[in-house]
Every structure is written in structure tokens, then in C-alpha cells.
């Protein structure tokens, strides 16, 4: 996960003027699709570990609910992270295509890249130390 923040930060201020909204929101994405990707692989050995460890059916119920509940917060996060890449997204194709737009797209980007570093937050918070 640490690579994730490492990926915003360089892909968010390494981009050329011309196209830095663009790439910070390709790099936001790219993250959020690469964290994805390690915790739904992560979540799935986590459950069979779960059931593994339980004394009882019920125990492995009870386990799997409580660690459901806490991927609901992950998933959350996942679900919000990418409202607002594609906010972002619309707003500087709109305007890489000369069209008018009253929003604030810096805000939006930055609110994408907020977004991102809350899925690796809820993520981390979710596995523990």
C-alpha cells in the first residue's frame, strides 16, 4: 500500500502542465484499481483463514459477519474513490475539449486523490497491524 501513495505523489506533481489534470487523474485511478486489486485478493484468503480458524460453524458465522461489516467500510471507500475519479475525469475531458465548465477542477482532483489515500486508510485499518 505504501507504492499506492508513492504512485499518487509522483504521477500527481511529476505531469506536464498541458495534461497534469489528466495524468493525476489517470494516476488516481490507476491506484485505486491496483488497491482493488490487492485487497480483494487479500479479503478472499482472509475469509477462508476466518473459516479455517473457527471452533464451530457459528464461530465462523459470527467471525465472517463481523469481518463483512468491516469490508463494508472498505468497499465504501472503493465506491466513493470512484465518484470522484470520474467527477474529476468528466470535469477535464470537458475541458481538455474546449467546453465550458464552472467548477473548481483542482478541487475535484484533489478531492479524487483524498479519496484514494481514504481506500489505503480504510484498508489499513481493516488488516490491522
Given at each position: ?7 499518487l505523489?509522483?504521477?500527481a506533481?511529476?505531469c ?6 489528466q495524468?493525476?487523474?489517470a ?8 488497491a ?26 459470527a467471525?465472517?459477519?463481523d ?7 472498505v ?19 470537458l475541458l481538455?475539449?474546449g ?6 477542477v ?9 479519496a484514494v ?13
Amino acid at each position: 500500500m505504501r507504492s499506492m501513495v508513492l504512485v499518487l505523489v509522483v504521477g500527481a506533481t511529476a505531469c506536464g502542465a498541458g495534461n497534469k489534470s489528466q495524468k493525476a487523474v489517470a494516476t488516481a485511478f490507476t491506484a485505486v484499481q491496483s488497491a482493488g486489486d490487492s485487497f480483494t485478493a487479500w479479503d478472499a484468503e482472509r475469509q477462508l483463514e476466518i473459516v479455517d480458524e473457527a471452533e464451530s460453524r457459528e464461530a465462523a458465522e459470527a467471525a465472517l459477519a463481523d469481518h463483512r461489516r468491516r469490508q463494508a467500510v472498505v468497499l465504501e471507500a472503493f465506491a466513493y474513490a470512484y465518484s470522484a475519479i470520474g467527477a474529476a475525469a468528466a470535469a477535464t475531458v470537458l475541458l481538455a475539449e474546449g467546453e465550458k465548465f464552472d467548477g473548481d477542477v483542482d478541487a475535484l482532483i484533489a478531492e479524487a486523490l483524498r479519496a484514494v489515500l481514504a481506500v489505503k486508510a480504510a484498508i489499513d485499518a481493516m488488516r490491522g497491524p
